[in-house]
């Protein structure tokens, strides 16, 4: 018998191959793919090890585990709305152009609000595994639908300059390191969805993080990343909780 692992059951998106479009586009719709991956490795993550949760001190580091997984798809998707897609609308002189994408941002909103809600308000001792799936499941599935399609809309965009594409990319990825991060939070729930071993997937920050990460920054909740399905130097580890398949 043996445990499953975070890849299922949200299926991971395979590295873009689109050799129509240029180097530029690709790379960022590549980028896309590695932050969306992540995501999903963490919602694997969470779906295959809650229901097995009943020690209040494992409660407890799962819920900052989820409020950390809260935050960084809220700043994921906030830094797109007020960023990325507006430089896409700029550049490109279309007017909209990303509407769709927005509305898949909003179709999952007010799922992904109550699921915050809860696991920053609830008390371990009134933790209830079956509450908590009606939370989670109340946005997952409008996300999931959005982190497949985004790929292919960035890969339409080659048409108005992947160069530009580039830029708006840079842009945001600025803003986000200006922050407000938590980086007790954020970079270890992040790092620790990161998997090496797939496609040759590789983070886009210099090799010494994983141990400023590591040595300090994994310290201050230390037992929540026992829930990642990654070390944070990008290997995949078996996830403590999950249940072992027949």
Known sequence: MTKPWADQPFALIPPPTDAKVSKETLAIASGMAFAHNLIFRTLNAITLQYAQLTKPTDIADFLIYCQCFHEMVHSHHHHE???FFPAIE???GVKGIMDTSLAQHLAFEEGLKKFGEYVYGVKVEEWDASV????FDGFTGALVSHLREEI???LALDKYGGEKLKKAWRD???E???GPLDMY???PVGLGSIDNTYSKERAPFPWFIPYLVYY???RKHKGSWRFSPCTVFGQPKELPFAVEEK
Request: aromatic content about 16%; cysteine-free.
């Open 185 to 187: 939070r954020v970079l």
């Open 172 to 174: 945001m990825e600025k």
């Open 90 to 92: 700029a550049y490109s």
């Open 81 to 83: 709305e007020t960023r």
């Open 152 to 154: 292919p809309t960035l």
């Open 216 to 218: 300090w920054f994994m």
């Open 132 to 135: 908590f799936k009606e939370k």
């Open 176 to 178: 986000i390191v200006k």
